[in-house]
């Protein structure tokens, strides 16, 4: 059953062509920085994850489901998709969110949720440190169809402390690749 409906996902949103134009950003994203990349879409107010790379050389590894919605109040990329849905929907969203505390970091009130939306608005990314698991975080930046239409987010995953140590430059090589 996942098989056929993993299919038809694919089938019905034309990813294969993203997949392939933005793989290329992510492997140098991958390999500069060794840390997990990953590429999401929005469909219908969620996000999902559609590829990942490890790194060649690493002592870790992090698995994540692709295809299935990912969180939007304790990951970088689904912070970003709530920056970006309209203020009514933006509001709607904000109001049905339950949230549960993964880790001792994870955001719990839509005030908390609210200041790191409007951080975000500053520096385009957006940023999760060990909200969803302890000493994994992640930094992601919007693909955008338009200044205000979000399409996906392109993130980097990795230990906490390499994504610490190194993020100013990744962010910079993240926004490039992300609008690219």
């Not at 019905?12 to 590429?39: G, P």
């Not at 970006?84 to 505390?101: D, G, M, R, S, V």
Request: glycine share 2%.
């Amino acid at each position: 059953y996942f098989t056929e409906k993993f299919a038809l996902i694919r089938q019905t949103w034309s990813l294969d062509s993203v997949e392939k134009n933005s793989l290329v950003f992510m492997k140098e994203l991958t390999e500069k920085y060794a840390v997990f990349s990953s590429l999401q879409i929005v469909r219908e107010n969620q996000i999902f994850m559609i590829k990942a790379i490890q790194p060649k050389q690493t002592h870790y590894h992090i698995t994540h489901a692709l295809y299935a919605p990912m969180e939007s109040y304790c990951t970088a990329s689904g912070k970003l998709l709530l920056q970006y849905l309209p203020a009514p929907l933006q509001k709607k969203t904000l109001e049905c969110i339950q949230f549960h505390p993964y880790t001792e970091n994870t955001i719990l009130s839509v005030k908390d949720l609210l200041i790191a939306l409007r951080k975000q608005e500053e520096t385009i990314y957006a940023t999760e440190y060990d909200e969803l698991d302890s000493g994994i975080s992640s930094i992601a930046a919007p693909v955008l169809l338009s200044p205000q239409n979000i399409f996906g987010t392109l993130s980097v995953t990795a230990p906490s402390q390499v994504l610490k140590k190194q993020q100013k430059e990744i962010c910079f090589d993240l926004l490039n690749a992300a609008n690219k």
